[in-house]
């Protein structure tokens, strides 16, 4: 998939066929995790695949916005190292995390970030070491639906914001102005 369909068909899916995820299709995702970028290179993370359905059940139960989680066959839970990274640690898992989300679309598979869990539970049920943070879970897994009607219907409803709104050129309170932008001359 270009990559650029790839960003425009991707959306939070939170509803999930029980077909596992082939292996291979899951290593070519990792690889594209591995190449991810990290500040100094440091890669302050471990990402953490979980099938087992007990568990993926307790974690979907610790948070108010995670109850898919019990349902997609694979979650995937972010961890990053403070002590490696201190200052970026959550920056670079996050990068990391979206690496996923990217990989899984254009794979065909439907994913959502989970930010809502009880991170002291997913430590102890997954063994995590008590110095490094949980910080995010993806959820994987082909969707429930041909058509995801709650990611449309999500879309109108919180629409993405205004180019007017997310950009600015010159300086923060500058409205983005691709027309400006485009008659700068050279440095
Ligand atoms: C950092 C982060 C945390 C999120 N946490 C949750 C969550 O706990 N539960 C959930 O259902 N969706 C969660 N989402 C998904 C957002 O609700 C979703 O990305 C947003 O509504 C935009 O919809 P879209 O992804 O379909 O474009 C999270 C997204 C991000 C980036």
């Not at 959502?112 to 539970?121: I, M, N, R, Y």
Request: proline share 7%; aromatic share 6%.
């Amino acid at each position: 998939m270009d990559f650029y369909d790839v960003i425009a068909t991707r959306r939070s899916i939170r509803s999930y066929k029980p077909d596992p995820i082939p292996l291979p299709v899951l290593e070519r995702i990792l690889e594209a995790v591995r190449r991810a970028p990290s500040a100094n290179n440091k890669q302050p993370w471990r990402l953490v695949a979980v099938t087992d359905k007990g568990k993926r059940e307790q974690i979907a139960a610790s948070g108010s916005y995670a109850k898919f989680l019990s349902k997609s066959p694979l979650i995937i839970v972010g961890v990053g190292d403070p002590a490696t990274a201190p200052d970026r640690y959550i920056i670079d898992t996050s990068i990391a995390l979206e690496h996923v989300v990217l990989a899984a679309t254009a794979e065909g598979l439907g994913s959502c970030w989970v930010c809502s869990f009880d991170e002291k539970l997913v430590k102890k049920l997954l063994g995590i070491p008590e110095t490094m943070k949980a910080i995010a879970i993806i959820a994987l897994g082909h969707s429930q639906d041909a058509v995801n009607v709650m990611g449309i219907l999500g879309k109108l409803l919180r629409p993405s914001k205004k180019t007017e709104e997310l950009f600015a050129l010159h300086s923060y309170t500058r409205v983005w102005n691709g027309e400006e932008y485009d008659k700068l001359p050279p440095e």
